[in-house]
């Protein structure tokens, strides 16, 4: 099968190609999809995972990517809930080999059933954004009607959904991004914007939550906006400083198969509208992951073609 493979964590993008590689090992509990589409995140490079596997033995050449769309075309021993020829979406592990290829194995209870009428460009944007998104603002954040929430990245893959789910909880939205997310960000529904190049963030005042997705300055600037008994949610990096009568939380996104369909429906309602970027071809995937590189709404590679 064909694939994207790094091969040298020094070389970094540059170590990055299209190659060929044996047809994914089917272990117990796993299926293997056909991938249709794929969405990656430009950091995972930095990822440990994408270099070692559980045990911290180096695992290249590896294949990146951890979101999926496709069809189900091989079942393992004791998989259930799925069924062959069924089409899914969802995640693949951190450990193993994701979904930069033709076929990838993934473990049974990672995976969602997609519906028919959802394409599979706009499911490969949903697994990685909708679920960090999700767990985010209520799992981490405890998101409740009538509350503010500030969005950092608001036009972005995490950002934009988001700031529609917390908008549909009821909360007021504040929003953050360069002058070119302004529009995109105003036509999710957010209450006001915040250019992060020209105007204060400090002019925003108390929030019950902040969601940050940057880091840095804009991280350790935030945590002055945290009310009493609110809450800094990030999957940047783990704050230095807890907010003043408040908490600060750092996670990393979990698989859940139940949220995940509930996504779906959403989308499938027209509640919910995943903002697809470039969408590339298979060959064209390094070029994606280049530094510095911005592109709005999430770049989706799309790997094989069908239904």
């Not at 047809?23 to 509990?29: Q, V, W």
């Not at 960090?132 to 990245?153: E, K, S």
């Not at 002055?224 to 807890?242: D, E, M, Y």
């Amino acid at each position: 099968m064909r694939a994207i493979t790094v091969r040298d964590r020094a070389a970094g993008v540059e170590g990055m190609s299209l190659t060929e590689l044996p047809h994914p090992h089917l272990a117990e509990n796993d299926v293997i999809v056909r991938v249709h589409a794929s969405g990656f995140t430009p950091g995972e490079l930095a990822w440990p995972g994408t270099w070692t596997d559980r045990a911290g033995r180096d695992r290249t050449p590896s294949v990146p990517g951890h979101e999926l769309s496709g069809v189900v075309s091989e079942l393992g021993y004791g998989t259930t809930g799925l069924t062959l020829g069924q089409r899914v979406f969802g995640l693949t592990d951190w450990t193993r080999d994701g979904s930069l290829a033709e076929y990838t194995a993934v473990e049974a209870r990672n995976l969602a059933p997609l519906p028919a009428d959802i394409d599979h460009t706009v499911a490969a944007a949903l697994p990685i954004s909708g679920l960090t998104a999700w767990q985010g603002l209520f799992d981490h954040g405890r998101l409740a009607a009538g509350q503010t929430v500030l969005i950092h990245g608001a036009a972005g893959g995490v950002g934009s959904i988001a700031v529609q789910l917390a908008r549909e909880a009821g909360a007021r939205v504040v929003g953050t991004g360069r002058a070119a997310d302004r529009e995109t960000a105003l036509g999710l529904g957010i209450d006001a914007f915040v250019d992060l190049q020209a105007d204060r963030l400090e002019d925003v005042g108390e929030v019950d939550l902040v969601f940050d997705v940057i880091g840095g300055e804009i991280q350790e600037r935030s945590v002055a906006l945290v009310r009493a008994g609110g809450t800094l949610v990030t999957i940047a990096s783990p704050p230095p400083v807890q907010p003043r009568n408040g908490r600060a939380v750092f996670f990393v996104v979990e698989s859940d198969r139940a949220r995940l369909a509930e996504l779906a429906q959403r989308v499938r309602d027209g509640r919910l509208r995943p903002i697809v970027g470039e969408v590339r071809s298979l060959e064209e995937a390094p070029v994606t992951f280049g530094p510095g590189r911005r592109a709005r709404g999430k770049t989706i590679i799309r790997v094989t073609d069908g239904q």
